[in-house]
């Protein structure tokens, strides 16, 4: 990561959450990217960017606000082969990162190629509001419910039926809402049993 700014921490955040190794080359950190480092999440490396910062990386993220230097680290990550995400101009990149929403296994990504960020962030707020936190336990238990179908169930249409159902019964998601998440599981797998076949 060449940047220290709020648009690095937001790239580094990305990043952790996606299990890398992260190093933050910038003479000053914004508060965000100061806390993943002095908690030792992120490494830290105080220094204006140079061409061997990008020894032994895969992947690089240009997020300075100065486009010279993001220019120079898209130079140098193409020579090298490096795959890059450029956050001031996306089309210099390898790589485009969505503004995203996690609810668990449920992950929801938009983008609009770097053609606004804005509109991005304006979609992923409205998703976020109409799947809101719930959906993970929700997500989490059709995960089960389809664990115990594929176990229990030994006819294919059957199988699809039952998933089906499942995914399409919005009374699971109103018990979850509800704070009621064990009794959607037993409506959940109460569908499924061997004499389900």
Do not use: F, H, M
């Given at each position: 990561m060449v940047g220290g700014g709020s648009v690095a921490a937001r790239r580094a955040e990305w990043l952790l959450d996606g299990g890398a190794a992260v190093t933050v080359v910038a003479p000053v950190l914004c508060d965000a990217l100061q806390q993943l480092a002095e908690s030792g999440r992120i490494d830290h490396i105080a220094a204006a960017y140079d061409y061997s910062h990008l020894d032994n990386v895969r992947f690089v993220v240009a997020a300075t606000d100065n486009a010279e230097v993001n220019v120079a680290v898209a130079r140098d990550a193409a020579e090298r082969s490096i795959l890059l995400n450029d956050a001031d101009e996306p089309s210099r990149g390898d790589v485009i990162v969505p503004s995203v929403i996690r609810r668990g296994d449920l992950i929801l990504a938009v983008t609009t190629l770097g053609g606004s960020p804005s509109v991005?962030?304006?979609?992923?707020?409205?998703?976020?509001?109409?799947?809101?936190?719930?959906?993970?336990?929700?997500?989490?238990?059709?995960?089960?419910?389809?664990?115990?179908?594929?176990?229990?169930?030994?006819?294919?249409?059957?199988?699809?039926?039952?998933?089906?159902?499942?995914?399409?019964?919005?009374?699971?998601?109103?018990?979850?809402?509800?704070?009621?998440?064990?009794?959607?599981r037993a409506r959940a797998l109460s569908c499924i049993s061997p004499s389900s076949d």
């Open positions: 991005a962030k304006r979609i992923r707020d409205e998703l976020a509001a109409a799947y809101g936190p719930e959906w993970e336990p929700y997500v989490a238990l059709l995960r089960e419910a389809r664990d115990n179908v594929l176990a229990a169930v030994g006819d294919a249409a059957r199988r699809r039926a039952i998933l089906n159902t499942l995914a399409g019964d919005d009374s699971l998601l109103d018990l979850i809402r509800e704070g009621r998440v064990d009794e959607a």
